[in-house]
């Protein structure tokens, strides 16, 4: 696509749920990465794919937040366990390759509500 | 620990004015980027400097990178109200390169 295509835009869920969260990245981009972004703070950094290296999950809080991305394409983060704190826009961005030199394209994010 | 720290955290100014906004960091890096938010929605990258340089201009942004205080200036020129928005620095540090370091971000109005 033109873009980078987040799903569903909004997402209100019970604590305790789980939910998944999905990104289309870019068409031919091979850099995947997850940020959080709580209400008027910075982004955190969650996770990142590139290619077929195995990924860097460094950013991510606990072991309830999981992510794939198959076929180098589309990606999955999964928060398990919801929990309210984990309340947030969730913001996904491709970039052609993996740093240097290359700006990220992100897209319009995904605001979860955990009530 | 956050990378970048953009001063100030919020901007007011008069529609045909000038805005500056810094940004600092601790880190060596590869290269330092730009960003505008609207809506605390979707990023939009603006501008990126490399290390070696030393300034760089696209329209009426106009950015600076000074690696040996570690920071960096973004300035808007004859600012509009549609310019109201967020705006993040981020960096990419050679120890860990590949993906970028947000700062907090500077608010900035525009008043028409």
């Known amino acids: 696509g033109a873009g980078v295509s987040q799903s569903p835009s909004n997402k209100v869920t019970e604590k305790g749920k789980d939910v998944e969260l999905r990104c289309d990245p870019i068409s031919g981009h091979t850099a995947l990465y997850w940020y959080r972004q709580s209400l008027g703070q910075g982004l955190e950094f969650l996770i990142y794919?590139?290619?077929?290296?195995?990924?860097?999950k460094s950013g991510l809080p606990s072991d309830r937040f999981s992510a794939e991305r198959t076929g180098g394409s589309v990606s999955t983060l999964t928060i398990q366990r919801t929990q309210q704190e984990d309340s947030a826009v969730y913001l996904c961005a491709s970039s052609y390759r993996q740093g240097a030199n290359y700006g990220y394209t992100f897209g319009s994010g995904t605001r979860l509500t955990v009530v | 620990s956050q990378q970048g720290e953009e001063d100030p955290q919020a901007l007011s100014i008069q529609e045909g004015e000038n805005a500056t906004m810094n940004c600092s960091y601790k880190t060596s890096i590869n290269n330092l980027q730009w960003y505008r938010q609207n809506s605390g929605r979707g990023l939009v990258h603006l501008i990126l400097i490399r290390s070696n340089e030393r300034e760089k201009h696209s329209g009426r942004l106009r950015v600076t990178l000074d690696t040996s205080k570690k920071s960096s200036s973004l300035l808007i020129t004859a600012s509009r109200a549609a310019d109201t928005a967020s705006y993040f620095c981020?960096?990419?540090?050679?120890?860990?390169?590949?993906?970028?370091?947000f700062g907090q971000g500077t608010t900035l109005q525009v008043k028409p």
């Open positions: 981020a960096t990419d540090r050679r120890s860990n390169t590949g993906k970028l370091i």
């Open positions: 794919f590139q290619g077929n290296s195995a990924p860097d």
